[in-house]
């Protein structure tokens, strides 16, 4: 019998709806913001923080670091929606739960999405503390059939076979790069590759990976980016090397992801503000 319990357009207009109702901005960027990096959301002036909790059918995160608000402002001179924090697949959502603000943020009228996240350093030559432009995806889970498209395609939403060629915007890379440049901030570019999650690698899945072509490894993202390049929205994907997988591979702690991700935030808030300057 084929599953019948999918999200609609009419799911997540409902969403949207409520949101727009509750704030005077209608943005055209969006942002989310990954494990320890809620603190840039200080900094957009005039906002509106509506809980993930009050919005109809929106995930709630369960994981510390993630504290689940939109916020909605000003940073940079740009008007924005920012997700502080993001539910997981590993929380015992469906794919197209937590990817369900990606999906009310395009109803709202967002057409480039700006991801963040903090992710294990695959490549030998990162080292905790680095910025990755991502350059371009695995998508390892969707391998395995968990998709956030699977189900019925909305052809108003965007096609039933969406091209993932140049899924991470290469104009939006290119204002990373220069943003990165002016102010002096190493900028790395990689491979990210997304794992299901809640545990973290093994080093036997870390030489897997790194053979596969991974710079580095995360339990998110993905999705949210399939969902933006299914609605036409241009991307631009940022990691926070929290740790350094490749050098030893000593014990990973969820405290150590948020603590480096704190600690990189105002070069990532640096980074984030250059781009939105040249948007």
């Known amino acids: 019998m084929l599953e019948t319990s ?20 209608r ?3 969006g942002l989310i913001l990954g ?25 709630v995160s369960t994981v510390p670091g993630h504290t689940g608000e939109l916020v909605i402002g000003r940073l940079s001179g740009k008007i924005l929606v ?26 709202l009228g967002v057409e480039t999405l ?5 992710a294990g350093g695959v490549n030998a030559n990162f080292r905790a503390g680095d910025l990755m432009l991502i350059t371009d995806h695995i998508n390892f889970v969707g391998m395995a059939g968990l998709s956030p498209l699977r189900g019925p395609n909305d052809d108003s939403l965007g096609p039933r ?16 790069r220069g943003a990165a440049r002016e102010q002096g901030i190493e900028l790395r570019e990689g491979v990210y590759i997304m794992l299901a999650g809640p545990s973290f690698e093994s080093p036997a899945d870390v030489r897997f990976i790194r053979l596969i072509g991974a710079d580095a490894v995360g ?22 090397i929290s740790n350094s997988l490749a050098h030893g591979h000593d014990k990973v702690s969820h405290e150590e992801v948020l603590a480096a991700g704190r600690a990189a935030v105002p070069k990532l808030a640096a980074l984030v503000k250059g781009v939105l300057m040249r948007i």
């Open 6 to 25: 999918f999200l609609t357009r009419a799911d997540y207009q409902k969403s949207a709806q409520f949101v727009a109702a509750r704030t005077k901005y």
């Open 27 to 29: 943005p055209k960027i």
């Open 35 to 59: 494990s320890g990096l809620n603190s840039l959301a200080d900094e957009i002036a005039q906002a509106d923080v509506i809980p993930f909790r009050d919005v109809p059918g929106m995930p």
């Open 82 to 107: 920012a997700m502080r924090g993001r539910a997981h697949y590993y929380e015992g959502y469906t794919m197209q739960q937590v990817t369900l603000p990606v999906r009310v943020m395009r109803e």
């Open 114 to 118: 700006i991801v963040t996240n903090a």
């Open 161 to 176: 076979f969406p091209d993932m060629t140049g899924a991470y915007d290469p104009a939006l890379a290119d204002l990373a």
């Open 219 to 240: 339990m998110s993202t993905v999705h949210e980016v399939i969902v933006a390049r299914h609605g036409g929205m241009r991307v631009l994907g940022l990691s926070l």
